[in-house]
């Protein structure tokens, strides 16, 4: 079970916190190279193309990618036994309750490779839909963190590969997400001035409040930095989710 005295503290101030060498890293090596070899699923390209699964499975081509998800394997069991539980009890304590749910459509194996594409700072579900950009949850919902996104390292994130940039403090932030659009260049600007890109050892993970501004950045090396990505939702953001046919 993980201390949840240093991860609440750094959630409530910065919305991210890094929580220190919990799993094993010859499990993590073993599911690294299980992971390497999933089809990837969603992604963008090296040019900048965004490709959902509908193009990846009619591309006939090699897709040279910068940066793809893959569905992440359902019967893995030091994910089932070890990870999941653990990511639990973390959403257990920040939700103040067991009333979440795991976000169905958003359980992927995150791959980085190299590239040099510019951050895409961005908010994580539900508290934004490029899909319906009008569906604004936070305005909407009883205050309180609506989710929590887990990401946990199959190699060392660091800057040089790729480490997952935020902003501390913007969860504190209601942004009108109808205006995504037009904020997007100011917040391009203000996140290239004030991201922090702290490293995650492996072992360790990262979580993150949706509403803390972050992006996925450059890799310059060239390893793939590849990790798991889960979110936790809470359950009458899931509820809404539902009724309006939103993943
Ligand atoms: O891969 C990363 O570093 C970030 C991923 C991310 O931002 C997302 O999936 O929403």
């Known amino acids: 079970m993980v201390s949840s005295v240093r991860y ?17 890293i010859g499990k993590l090596h073993e599911l690294n190279t299980v992971a390497s070899k999933l089809p990837p699923f969603v992604g963008l390209t090296e040019g900048g ?14 897709i ?12 893995n069991t030091f994910i089932n036994d070890i990870i999941l539980p653990t990511l639990q009890g973390v959403a257990d304590v920040v939700f103040d309750s067991t009333d979440w749910g795991w976000q169905t459509t958003n359980q992927y194996i995150m791959s980085n490779g190299q590239h040099d594409l510019a951050p895409a700072p961005h908010l994580d ?3 934004l839909w490029p899909q319906m950009l009008d569906v604004q949850m936070a305005k909407d ?40 659009e037009d904020l ?15 490293s995650v050892p492996l072992g360790s993970f990262a979580c993150l409040y949706g509403n803390c501004l972050h992006s996925v950045m450059a890799n310059k090396t060239d390893t793939v930095r590849r990790g798991i990505i889960y ?4 359950q009458d953001a899931l509820d809404e989710m539902t009724r309006l046919g939103l993943g």
Not at 55 to 60: I, L, M, N, S, T
Not at 149 to 169: I, R, W
Not at 231 to 234: P, V
């Open 49 to 62: 193309r965004w490709m959902n699964h509908t193009d990846v499975e009619q591309c006939v081509e090699d």
């Open 231 to 234: 979110r936790a939702i809470r």
């Open 64 to 75: 040279d990618w910068a940066y793809h998800w893959a569905r992440t394997p359902e019967d």
């Open 184 to 198: 997007k260049p100011h917040l391009r600007t203000f996140f290239n001035d004030n991201y922090i890109q702290p």
């Open 141 to 180: 919902l009883p205050k309180g963190p609506l989710s929590l996104t887990f990401m946990v390292p199959l190699v060392d994130f660091t800057p040089d590969n790729g480490a997952t940039a935020y902003v501390p403090g913007t969860h504190r932030h209601i942004y009108d997400t109808a205006m995504w």
């Open 8 to 24: 609440e503290s750094d959630l409530f101030r910065d919305g991210v916190a890094i929580v220190n060498t919990i799993f094993d």
């Open 125 to 127: 579900a539900p508290y």
